[in-house]
């Protein structure tokens, strides 16, 4: 019987790293601080798992640039075919920004002004959580791990 519950990512890490193969993943191939934290290999295919304590944690990979200051937010500019930076204290485009955002349907921009993006499913497969505190509207798979843990 397990008796220790995680409090933060790294006991998701412990128990991910206890039980990957008997959650069907065959090797754990990299493990990184980044997003995603673990590549596996699932049925001989690459496979990018994110850890999270709390499943809300995903929310924070959507986010690929952020606004920064209240008076700049991220708009798309049609006559650049680029994401740029719009000042709305001056009502004109940020010329001090210097990225170059060019996949317009890969990226939206949120309430507070970021640029995010629409998906992580390119970037991620799944997410191993161990709180379910959220609702994921999202195409990722979800391995809630504590329900796992607890049920063997």
């Known amino acids: 019987m397990n008796r220790y519950k995680p ?3 790294q006991g998701v890490i412990y128990y991910f790293s206890k039980y990957h193969k008997d959650l069907g993943f065959e090797e754990v191939t990299h493990m990184t601080s980044h997003f995603p934290d673990v590549h596996v290999l699932k049925d001989n295919v690459k496979y990018k798992i994110e850890l999270e ?13 952020p606004h920064v200051y209240d008076n700049i937010r991220w708009d798309w500019r ?8 719009f000042r ?3 009502d004109d485009w940020d010329t001090s920004c210097n990225y170059t955002v060019t996949e317009f349907d890969k990226y939206e921009v949120n ?24 609702e994921l509207d999202d195409n990722l798979d ?8 607890f049920k063997r």
């Open 88 to 90: 709305t204290d001056k």
């Open 53 to 65: 304590w709390k499943l809300s944690g995903i929310y924070d990979h959507y986010v690929h640039l």
């Open 78 to 85: 049609e006559d650049k075919g680029q994401w740029w930076t």
């Open 142 to 149: 979800l391995i809630n791990l504590k329900d796992w843990v």
């Open 111 to 134: 309430r507070v002004g970021d640029l995010v993006y629409k998906t992580l499913k390119p970037l991620c497969d799944c997410v191993v959580y161990w709180v379910h505190d959220c």
């Open 7 to 9: 409090t933060n990512e």
